[in-house]
């Protein structure tokens, strides 16, 4: 499904749900991902000496980052900002 067709049909407010859906499910490995875990170990095993491959390291785990607040400003730091927005070629640090 490509991103133009997402967003056609899908409203915000599933869009969100869909993402809070995928948080959850991503870590829950399926039967399908086992098998390819265990497939991907014994390739491993094929090419080593070692016999005791573990599945566990072979497990992706996904996050994704979280939002950060944005810092509160102090009502100096929002008037030099805004003067600097305002008046780009003025300098009002200098005395």
Request: proline residues 8%; charged residues 15%; neutral net charge.
């Given at each position: 499904m490509t991103l133009t067709d997402v967003m056609e049909k899908t409203s915000h407010r599933q869009y969100l749900l869909w993402m809070e859906w995928l948080d959850q499910q991503w870590n829950k490995p399926t039967r399908t991902d086992w098998y390819?875990?265990?497939l991907t170990a014994e390739l491993r095993r094929g090419f080593t000496r070692a016999k005791n491959?573990?599945?566990d390291p072979w497990k992706i785990n996904f996050s994704r980052k979280k939002?950060?607040?944005p810092k509160k400003l102090t009502a100096e730091e929002i008037a030099k900002r805004d003067k600097a927005l305002l008046?780009?070629?003025i300098d009002w640090n200098k005395k």
């Open positions: 390819l875990i265990q491959i573990l599945l939002k950060t607040e008046f780009p070629g």
